[in-house]
Each structure stands twice: as C-alpha cells, then as structure tokens.
C-alpha cells in the first residue's frame, strides 16, 4: 500500500530511541547486547489487506559504531505496487539523547526525522518528522510528517513501559496515533512486547476512533511479530501482518 507520506516514526517503540523501514526504526538509545553480539536482523513480513490485497516485505537491519544502516524491498500482489527503501539511524549523546534518521526509496522519496530524549531510567522525548511527500510505502502505519512526545520508563534488565504520541502536522493535522508499550525480560533471554495502538482522525469524511495491537515475541535469535491495524494510514482498509526474523 503506498501513502504519500514516508518513514514512520516508532522511534521509541522497538528499540529505545533510534527506529524506522517497516518496523526498523528506533528511539536512539545505545544498542542493546543483541544487536552488539549478532549485528544482523532480518525480517520477512506478509501483509493482508481487508481489499483482499496481500504484500511482503523484506527488511535486513546492520547495527555498528555508525548506528543501524538498512535496506529493504516490498512488493504487493505481483509487483503492483513494489519498491525498495534504505535508511540509518543513529543515537548521540548521554545525559541528553539526540537521535536523527534518515530514508530513501526509490521513486524519489526522501524522509528524515529528529529526537531529543532526557532521563534516565525516567525519560521524556520529543521529535520530529518530514518527508519529500514523494510515494513511499509505509509499513509502520504511523504519520510522518508529524510531532512525536514520548515519556516512560526504561529499566536495566530491559523492562520498558511508555506512552507516545505522533501526531501530523502537515496534510492532515487531525491524525493522531496513541501508542501505549511494555516490554517484559524472560527468563532465558526471551522477552514479550505488547504495543497497543488508539488511533483518531478522518477517513473519508468520516471521524474514526480505532484500537490496533501488536504483539511481538523475541527468543534470542529468532522473533515473531504479529500486528492488527485498523484503517491503515488512514484509509478504509483494516490491515493484519505477521513477521517473523532472525539476529544473526
């Protein structure tokens, strides 16, 4: 599905303060052990579309001292709608956090974003977000053009409970998206993360008010991810995808 507006930013969802392509932007907080000892993440996600339309998605993720750096490729019903994307992502800072993105696509997209993070293991965040409003397909369903606030807790074992806000500010200033995070340490180096979405804005004329729920589960090498988004970027399409990937 492709929407004129680009990357999202989930920038404090996935990882803390860095995030981006499909589900691999981040919030820009140093990398975790994961992505130091296996550097690599690839993820394969199938997409199915209540317009009975389906898409797949490739993304393959490199985490280094120059941040994460990514490249993928989506296609949709045999390559109606297709393209490729790349972007990088980069925490700096301690005590104050700043966390820039930037994306490409072929077509002639360019994106970029900004955040400002404080607070430790309460913090605060602040972003923002803006595109070329060139085609861009967007796998994270979150506005682009827009305003990000975030706030929470961000504990050493990993636990991460947090609220944040996008918001447009561009095309269509009257879309917001709530997300509401927890993430949960297993025993054996799994985790759980629960990721409720409350979304607000027009559709076709019409005010919607929607829930949606991600549900990622993430064994040391391998995760699946499975996401219910109603009207997605704001269209009257309701959309479910299942990822699956591997560190490496």
């Known amino acids: 599905m492709i929407a004129s507006r680009g990357a999202a930013i989930m920038l404090a969802l996935v990882a803390p303060l860095a995030r981006a392509a499909g589900d691999e932007s981040s919030t820009a907080a140093p990398a975790d052990e994961a992505a130091i000892e296996r550097p690599f993440k690839l993820t394969v996600g199938r997409y199915d579309f209540s317009d009975h339309t389906r898409g797949v998605d490739t993304n393959l993720r490199y985490t280094s001292a120059l941040g994460n750096t990514w490249v993928g490729y989506y296609r949709q019903d045999d390559v109606s709608v297709s393209q490729w994307r790349t972007g990088w992502d980069r925490s700096f800072g301690s005590a104050i956090r700043f966390g820039p993105s930037l994306q490409l696509a072929s077509g002639g997209f360019v994106g970029g ?25 967007n796998l994270n369903f979150d506005p682009n053009d827009s305003y990000t606030l975030s706030a929470g807790r961000r504990d050493p074992d990993g636990r991460v409970a947090m609220v944040l806000m996008v918001r447009d500010n561009r095309e269509h200033p009257d879309q917001r998206h709530f997300h509401f995070l927890y993430r949960q340490p297993l025993a054996g180096g799994d985790r759980v993360t629960i990721d409720a979405l409350y979304k607000v ?15 990622t589960y993430d064994w040391p090498r391998v995760f699946v991810r499975v996401a219910r988004d109603p009207k997605t970027n704001f269209t009257p399409v309701d959309a479910w995808r299942v990822s699956v990937g591997a560190r490496f």
Request: charged residues 20%.
């Open 113 to 137: 974003s900004a955040q400002v993070e404080m607070g430790e293991p309460w913090f605060a965040a602040i972003g923002l977000g803006r595109t070329n409003l060139r085609p861009y397909v």
């Open 201 to 215: 804005g027009t559709v076709e004329d019409e005010t919607i008010r929607r829930w949606g729920l991600t549900l």
